[in-house]
T-cell receptor, first 114, second 111 residues
């Protein structure tokens, strides 16, 4: 099992460019998440998908869109990248286990917006 | 003020030392997680606990619900334990999707 796979691992964009970060999980989890991690701050939730066909905003959704393509895949799109979106992005998935939420993380995507 | 506070922010130890990282939270929780993030960036879940103590190898996690405090201990520390350790609170009665993350403790273990 690969777990949670994110692509790409690194990306450099110019301000105004668009791109999509891909995430796939092979653990048959219902829930998937996108986080960003910035220096001096904890992980912050951008969007999540509780189950296939649903998506909801997290703490910092502005400037992002998501698509839950199927149960395996959850993509994050930046329509017009801004320097403030320079960050490390993590995808995660989980299956509530006895009512509690263990999350499995991807390796991260380092994004720089110039 | 962050609802999850970790201390210390940075910790340097010599190989073999006993390590303690603390986490205090101000919200009611259903569970508390400890994550480990290695220098390469990958994040793994170490523990999830809602009461008492859990042990895995040289790692021990404890939680005191009344005091809203958790500790992560590492016995006989090793340079490969060098990583950022993150405390995460899962809120009581709320969505499992509204986790609150601490800012992390950077541990460096020197040989």
């Amino acid at each position: 099992n690969a777990g949670v796979t994110q692509t790409p691992k690194f990306q450099v964009l110019k301000t105004g460019q668009s791109m999509t970060l891909q995430c796939a999980q092979d653990m048959n989890h219902n829930s998937m998440y996108w986080y960003r991690q910035d220096p001096g701050m904890g992980l912050r939730l951008i969007y999540y998908s509780a189950s296939e066909g649903t998506t909801d905003k997290g703490e910092v959704p502005n400037g992002y869109n998501v698509s839950r393509l199927n149960k395996r895949e959850f993509s994050l799109r930046l329509e017009s990248a801004a320097p403030s979106q320079t960050s490390v992005y993590f995808c995660a998935s989980s299956e509530a286990l006895r009512g509690r939420n263990i999350q499995y993380f991807g390796a991260g995507t380092r994004l720089s917006v110039l | 003020k962050n609802e999850v506070e970790q201390s210390p922010q940075n910790l340097t130890a010599q190989e073999g030392e006993f390590i303690t990282i603390n986490c205090s939270y101000s919200v009611g929780i259903s569970a508390l997680h400890w994550l480990q993030q290695h220098p390469g960036g990958g994040i793994v879940s170490l523990f999830m606990l809602s009461s008492g103590k859990k042990k895995h190898g040289r790692l021990i996690a404890t939680i005191n619900i009344q005091e809203k405090h958790s500790s992560l201990h590492i016995t006989a520390s090793h340079p490969r334990d060098s990583a950022v350790y993150i405390c995460v609170a899962a809120p009581l009665g709320g969505s499992n999707y509204k986790l609150t993350f601490g800012k992390g403790t950077l541990l460096t273990v020197n040989p």
